[in-house]
């Protein structure tokens, strides 16, 4: 009829407009996975800063929860504020923002990738971050930035010689892992044969920062790696909408015109940024990455990356991890990467033996 309009709701699967009901439920999806993603991200924060108020409280010099809480309000007596500010809350912030950094990197390697063994420590990224900080450590003497520098150069190059190694008229996932592991134990070698032909002293300073620690990442350190990971954080909210896409193919991306190639390659950018600045302080923290946004998917119950989720996950575990090294055993103290491995492995294994399950 001349004038009449037809009035639609939002286009259901296969771009045919979706009828009132279709419309309601199609909304009634989204409140719920949206409310579902913020009480995820609320209670890691919620438990983030129970482990944190903890931690504070924890130590041979101990303060109540109570004495914190004042401390942290700007009271307190000069020797609280000293143990409190000084020595325990940068070991604190400097924990969570690794596993926030290395959270947000697994994140977009396994959502750009379409692969749960795509983590950045298994595919040599991590490795290659420090060997360019260790060769910056040993060969250069470098400290702060430079070492920030070289870890991301590293990380890069690694990411590139994977990327062309399996590149075939296209980007194959399982290529790309397989590759990323050879250049894994490749970089890896490559560490122990610097590290066994340095000076007793530069060598024992380099191997303890390859354990990973963030016992000694305060000040400068900490300013840029804080800093950093705020501005990648912020590049990939502005880039985030290309992950759904890119993480149902190249062709689905294509057609939601996203232009796959370039925003896959933007994406990983930003993730080894992430992965070099975590490394370049705090050293390869294994399995984080590879955890973090896994854990972060089932709690979310939906498809996706789960950004914001896993990263708030990534902080609460290195935290915890941190803080289980300190104080889960007494007389005994084990740096985060030797707690997050143990933690790791067991759940690669599982993982390795769902995937084989699901193949057969």
Known sequence: MAGSRVVGGPAAPGGVPASGADAARIAAVRGADRRRRAAVVLAGSAAAA???????????????????????????????RFVVLDLRLPRIVAALVVG???????AVFQSTLRNPLASPDILGVSAGASLGAVWAILGLGAGGAIVAGFAFGGGL???????????RQGLHGVRFVLVGVGMAYLCGSTV?????RAEVREAQTALHWTVGSVSDVRGEELWILAAGTA??????TLLGRTLRPLALGDDHARALG?????ARVALLLVAVALVALATSVAGPIAFVALIAPAVARRLVGAGGAAVAAAAVV?????????????FAIPGFTAPLGIVTGVIGAP????????TERSRA
């Not at 990534?314 to 300190?326: K, P, R, S």
């Open 50 to 80: 129970a482990i944190a108020l903890a931690a504070l409280s924890f130590g041979a010099a101990g303060v109540t929860p109570e004495r914190v809480l004042e401390v942290l309000l700007g009271g307190g007596d000069r020797i609280d």
């Open 100 to 106: 926030i950094a290395f959270a947000l990197a697994g």
């Open 157 to 167: 190059v690694v990411a590139v010689v994977i990327w062309l190694a399996a590149w």
């Open 192 to 196: 122990a044969w610097l590290l066994a």
């Open 231 to 236: 501005a990648c954080a912020a590049l990939l």
């Open 258 to 262: 996203v232009r796959a190639d370039g």
């Open 314 to 326: 990534g902080g609460v575990l290195t935290l915890g991890a941190d803080v289980a090294g300190q």
């Open 347 to 354: 759940y690669l294994l599982w993982l390795l033996a769902r």
